[in-house]
T-cell receptor, first 109, second 114 residues
Framework: GQQVMQIPQYQHVQEGEDFTTYCNSSTTLSNIQWYKQRPGGHPVFLIQLVKSGEVKKQKRLTFQFGEAKKNSSLHITATQTTDVGTYFC?????????FGTGTRLKVLA | SQTIHQWPATLVQPVGSPLSLECTVEGTSNPNLYWYRQAAGRGLQLLFYSVGIGQISSEVPQNLSASRPQDRQFILSSKKLLLSDSGFYLC?????????????FGPGTRLTVT
């Protein structure tokens, strides 16, 4: 079945450093979404990418969708303590979503 | 605006006991509804989804079941809990009128089976 893997599984960074998480699917995706889950909380939608090679920015966050629509990345510039949490990508099927394994980010002040 | 409710927030149940978790959505009609389970420090595992009343698709064979008795109500049940059923259960909805779109998650239920 379809699998979506993310690397790294964990990342500790000093505040102000950059952070990147990568998402790879075993099959071509119609679109990809990114979610953030704060410790103890529930996932919250960040963004959706649809087009091959698409790049979107939200302040310090940059999201990319690969040309082959099988991979994606999330890059955070100059991390802050508020960026702490687990970041998930999710590939969408007709009705259901396949979530990636997640990357847990810790930011050291 | 739309809101999603889940209860209870936390639950401690003995092995072999039954389970009923409820999720309701307000402010929308005919949503696609989802149940996920998240083990501690792990990713999201899709358990069930529903595209309409009485329509349930199961993703993982297990001792859990789901029902959708009303348009905006989704229930997760078990007749006999196992230790491995412990986890964080999340309900989510999506607008069915969109060909693609984000999911909105409820606050979740933390279940500990002892």
């Amino acid at each position: 079945g379809q699998q979506v893997m993310q690397i790294p599984q964990y990342q500790h960074v000093q505040e102000g450093e950059d952070f990147t998480t990568y998402c790879n699917s075993s099959t071509t995706l119609s679109n990809i979404q990114w979610y953030k889950q704060r410790p103890g909380g529930h996932p919250v939608f960040l963004i959706q990418l649809v087009k091959s090679g698409e790049v979107k920015k939200q302040k310090r966050l940059t999201f990319q969708f690969g040309e082959a629509k099988k991979n994606s990345s999330l890059h955070i510039t100059a991390t802050q303590t508020t960026d702490v949490g687990t970041y998930f990508c999710a590939g969408q099927g007709t009705y259901k979503y396949i979530f990636g394994t997640g990357t847990r980010l810790k930011v050291l002040a | 605006s739309q809101t999603i409710h889940q209860w209870p927030a936390t639950l401690v149940q003995p092995v072999g006991s039954p389970l009923s978790l409820e999720c309701t959505v307000e402010g929308t009609s005919n949503p696609n509804l989802y149940w996920y389970r998240q083990a501690a420090g792990r990713g999201l595992q899709l358990l069930f989804y529903s595209v309409g009343i009485g329509q349930i698709s199961s993703e993982v064979p297990q001792n859990l079941s789901a029902s959708r008795p009303q348009d905006r109500q989704f229930i997760l049940s078990s007749k006999k809990l196992l230790l491995s059923d412990s986890g964080f259960y999340l309900c989510a909805w999506r607008n069915d009128r969109l060909t693609s779109g984000e999911q909105y998650f409820g606050p979740g239920t933390r279940l500990t089976v002892t």
